[in-house]
Nanobody, 120 residues
């Protein structure tokens, strides 16, 4: 599966952005899809994930209540709506896919990153 992320940008603290990740190739329903992020000098961290089958979702504690992950099966696209953004949300955001239905499976497929910068 190939992943194409878009939607990053520069926003002031308290603002919103929506990221998109379009998947192509093998049937996306065979995968769980997720967003990760990596800030300068830090390790990559999990942000949110969604299962196409059953619509299960999972969030990192740091983004619960502010970020929402969703999916459009017809478009094979997932979204990350980010509200109430904070400077500490600044990072390169990556979408990823793992074969199967478990969020714990290894994410073997990655899109290119999209930069999100939140100014204070």
């Amino acid at each position: 599966v190939q992943l194409q992320a878009s939607g990053g940008g520069l926003v002031q603290a308290g603002g919103s952005l929506r990221l998109s990740c379009a998947a192509s190739g093998r049937t996306v329903s065979s995968y769980v899809m997720a967003w990760f992020r990596q800030a300068p000098g830090k390790e990559r961290e999990f942000v949110a994930a969604i299962s196409w089958s059953g619509g299960r979702k999972r969030y990192a504690d740091s983004v619960k209540g502010r970020f929402t992950i969703s999916g459009d099966n017809a478009k094979s696209t997932i979204y990350l709506q980010m509200n109430s953004l904070k400077p500490e949300d600044t990072a390169v955001y990556y979408c990823a896919a793992a074969l199967g239905s478990s969020f714990m499976n290894e994410y073997n497929y990655w899109g290119q990153g999209t930069q999100v910068t939140v100014s204070s």
